[in-house]
């Protein structure tokens, strides 16, 4: 795919979505980051009914630590795996309570210390708390680079590589959230919906329909 391609992809994007974001609800950087580490393998509109309840008790490093390992079980105990992902919270609230004074950190080497937190999580926190122009490639942004030819690749860090040469600079720090968008409702796995697709005449697919 050219680089003329490419910008007329995100520009008919961004038309579409002027200001896009995270599904997940947040108030701050330390309930996104919460709320991503308990995303992983579950649905946002999962998680977001967790941490409705959840984020009232408990908004801070402190209190999060103060509401102890098994009241955030019984919090999250709709979520997938949320007896590994309740241990990595308390232990990640210990860390920045400890070492980061209860603030979420900036970079990724000190987000990617962090239990329960990789390399995705962290380029979300980065993108979305703090406005950090990265791309982290989840199983939808995979898909959808691959599948339209934006940016193919054998596995995440590659395609995140090439995401990152590919796209326009003017668009990079928002693409997360529109290609994530565009394959969670649109371009999906088992059957994309190419007929209400905005890039489709750009999309490179063969087995695209119309």
Same mark, same amino acid.
């Given at each position: 795919?050219?680089?003329?391609? !490419?910008? &007329?992809?995100?520009?008919?994007?961004?038309?579409?979505?002027?200001?896009?974001?995270?599904?997940?609800?947040?108030?701050?950087?330390?309930?996104?980051?919460?709320?991503? $580490?308990?995303?992983?393998?579950a649905t946002d509109k999962g998680v977001n009914l967790a941490t409705r309840s959840l984020f009232k008790t408990a908004d801070t490093?402190? &209190?999060?630590?103060a509401l102890g390992l098994e009241k955030l079980r019984e919090h999250v105990s709709t979520i997938g795996l949320y007896q590994t992902k309740s241990k990595h919270i308390i232990e990640t609230c210990r860390i920045l309570v400890e070492r980061h004074h209860g603030q979420v950190?900036?970079?990724?080497?000190?987000?990617?210390a962090l239990p329960g937190v990789g390399r995705k999580t962290a380029n979300v926190i980065l993108n979305t708390a703090f406005g950090v122009p990265v791309i982290a490639v989840d199983t939808h942004i995979f898909r959808v680079s691959n599948r339209t030819g934006i940016a193919p690749g054998?596995?995440?860090?590659?395609?995140?590589?090439?995401?990152?040469?590919?796209?326009?600079?003017?668009? !990079?720090?928002?693409?997360?959230?529109?290609?994530?968008?565009?394959? !969670?409702?649109?371009? &999906?796995?088992?059957?994309?919906?190419?007929?209400?697709?905005? $890039? !489709?005449?750009?999309?490179?697919?063969k087995g695209k329909s119309v």
């Open positions: 795919m050219n680089r003329e391609t !490419r910008q &007329k992809i995100f520009e008919r994007l961004k038309a579409a979505n002027p200001h896009p974001t995270t599904e997940l609800e947040h108030g701050s950087p330390f309930e996104l980051l919460i709320a991503v $580490i308990l995303s992983a393998q490093p402190e &209190k999060m630590l950190p900036k970079t990724r080497e000190e987000l990617e054998k596995n995440v860090l590659e395609v995140e590589t090439k995401l990152m040469k590919a796209v326009p600079e003017e668009f !990079r720090h928002d693409a997360h959230h529109w290609l994530i968008l565009h394959g !969670r409702y649109v371009c &999906k796995a088992k059957k994309p919906d190419c007929p209400a697709c905005l $890039i !489709r005449e750009y999309c490179e697919y």
